[in-house]
């Protein structure tokens, strides 16, 4: 069984600071992890994701997010926060045998103060 | 179309009414999902179908859940008899693979569903 843990479930950065925000897994498999964004009202949109190659993950946005086997984490970084930025955060994992088996985090939702 | 659509946006019903909500995919994309996210939780898998075929629908929580996909384009997931706790915002999302675990899934704005 997969799952992901999202520590924190709400994160507050100042515009223009360091945003992190943590994600940690557990797979019997080598995983494929996603991070997804939501704004209010709207679904789920692709930040970044990875699937085996490369550990450091950039997407869109600025975010990028790198794969620690030996910590099992998958933490989602930017460098400087923009307020654009506030919204919730899901990290999922998946199967790389089944793409019916996607399992998200419970989110961490982000706050930007001007 | 330009991206995955749902409706109704919003649905109230009261309990013990059937409702019907409506998921139309990108076009051309083979699979299709259908997830439940309470209230600050994360999306929860309800269900999946590969074209007209539903191959998993593990995650219905009840014989009161069903969902088809008839022409393998449109679905509709039904909830019959609903209850309280089957408030939640519905989410449906399409991914152009059969197979591949990788495969970007993308997601419609979602059904918001109060039972009363």
């Known amino acids: 069984a997969q799952s992901v843990t999202q520590l924190g479930s709400h994160v507050s950065v100042s515009e223009g600071a360091l945003v992190l925000l943590r994600c940690n897994y557990s797979?019997?498999?080598?995983?494929?992890l996603f991070w997804y964004v939501q704004y209010p009202n709207q679904g789920l949109q692709l930040l970044l994701k990875?699937?085996?190659?490369?550990?450091l993950v950039k997407g869109i946005n600025g975010f990028e997010a790198e794969f620690k086997k030996s910590e099992t984490s998958f933490h989602l970084t930017k460098p400087s926060a923009h307020m654009s930025d506030a919204a919730e955060y899901f990290c999922a994992v998946n199967s790389p045998f089944r793409n019916n088996d996607m399992r998200f985090g419970a989110g961490t939702r982000l706050t930007v103060k001007p | 179309g330009a991206g995955v659509s749902q409706s109704p946006r919003y649905k109230v019903a009261k309990r013990g009414q059937d409702v019907a909500l409506r998921c139309d995919p990108i076009?051309?994309?083979?699979?299709l999902f259908w997830y439940q996210q309470a209230l600050g939780q994360g999306p929860e898998f309800l269900t999946y179908?590969?074209?007209?075929?539903?191959?998993?629908k593990s995650g219905l929580p009840s014989d009161r859940f069903f969902a088809e996909r008839p022409e393998g384009s449109v679905s509709t997931l039904k909830i019959q008899r609903t209850q309280q706790e089957d408030s939640a915002v519905y989410l449906c999302?399409?991914?152009?693979?059969?197979?591949?675990?990788?495969?970007?899934?993308?997601f419609g704005p979602g059904t918001r569903l109060t039972v009363l």
């Open positions: 999302a399409s991914s152009f693979e059969t197979s591949g675990s990788t495969d970007t899934q993308y």
């Open positions: 179908f590969q074209n007209e075929a539903q191959l998993d």
């Open positions: 076009s051309g994309h083979v699979s």
């Open positions: 797979s019997s498999v080598p995983p494929y």
């Open positions: 990875y699937t085996s190659a490369a550990t």
